[in-house]
């Protein structure tokens, strides 16, 4: 059974800083790339940030460049999205994505399995 376990989010003031964790099982995690995305209340879920299978190339979408970073260890079987900068309006359900000899793509179809999130709350 897969399982997609995301941890680290909570309350930070704008500026701030956090680090999200997913932890990965039941798959074998080096075949999969990995990716994050985010709901804010009222809308619809969005792609964030993703690294591929492979290569560890990595993607993000514009309203986080410079500001997040997302990294993977596979011997820990667990993607990470460091968060710097914080502002408002990165406030969010943040959930963690895997997608089997993906390439690190920003559609949330090509994605097979999804965890449940974790708040993200951004202060002003």
């Known amino acids: 059974q897969v399982q997609l376990v995301e941890s680290g989010g909570g309350l930070v003031q704008a500026g701030g800083s956090l680090r999200l964790s997913c932890a990965a099982s039941?798959?074998?995690?080096?075949?999969?790339?990995m990716g994050w995305f985010r709901q804010a209340p009222g809308k619809e879920r969005e792609f964030v940030a993703a690294?591929?299978?492979?290569?560890?190339?990595?993607s993000y979408a514009d309203s986080v460049k410079g500001r997040l970073t997302i990294s993977r260890d596979n011997a820990k079987n667990t993607v990470y999205l460091q968060m710097n900068s914080l502002k408002p309006e990165d406030t969010a359900v943040y959930y963690c994505?895997?997608?089997?000899w993906g390439q690190g793509v920003p559609r949330q179809e090509s994605y097979d399995y999804w965890g449940q999130g974790t708040q993200v709350t951004v202060s002003s």
């Open positions: 039941g798959l074998t995690f080096g075949y999969y790339a």
């Open positions: 994505a895997a997608d089997k």
């Open positions: 690294i591929s299978w492979r290569a560890g190339t990595t």
